[in-house]
């Protein structure tokens, strides 16, 4: 698959692919987050993310939903750039954008395997948790790497 075609499918598309993926007996694990300055711990999660089924789904925050999550001054990287980078590595098989202030409906339409967080996270708090338990699937959360956030990378930066 060509990166282009990974990078923000239709929500359509990526219903007929994650059900052509179930068909061919894939687990599928979601995440979602802004990934806006890529960094170690990003890429760590992911590919931890990954480890726990066989195709990995990416619901991507837009610019709109960061900038209200995040404030005015983010992303840093519109929202094409980072699906481009997060599209590019190996371990993930699609980015998909979301526009709301939670993945919750991408979650109820895609009804993934395993839905993943951060361990910063309890079950309680991860939206879309109640859902994916209620059909079956799992919720896991995984550890994050110390001293790396795209927070503290900005921090720096303003230091500089």
């Given amino acids: 698959m ?21 068909n061919q007996g894939h687990t599928i694990v979601f995440t979602n987050g802004c990934f806006d300055i890529l960094h ?28 209200k999550l995040k404030g005015h001054s983010r992303p840093v990287n519109p929202e094409y750039a980072r699906a ?3 599209a590019a590595l ?25 839905l993943v967080k951060g361990a910063d996270y309890n079950l309680k708090n991860i939206v879309g ?3 994916v338990l209620a059909y079956g699937g799992k919720v896991e959360t995984i550890p994050l790497v110390n001293g790396f956030s795209t927070t503290d990378i900005i921090s720096k930066l303003a230091q500089t």
Avoid: C, M
């Fill in 90 to 114: 190996t371990f993930v098989d699609a980015v998909i954008l979301f526009d709301d202030d939670t993945p919750l409906a991408l979650i109820q339409d895609l009804k993934p395997d395993i």
């Fill in 84 to 86: 481009r980078v997060l």
């Fill in 2 to 22: 060509k990166t282009e075609q990974k990078i923000i499918p239709t929500l359509e598309h990526l219903r007929s692919l994650t059900k052509t993926w179930k």
């Fill in 40 to 67: 170690l711990g990003h890429v760590d999660y992911l590919e931890k993310a990954k480890q726990l089924g066989s195709k990995l789904i990416v619901g991507l925050n837009t610019d709109r939903s960061v900038k």
């Fill in 129 to 131: 948790a109640d859902i």
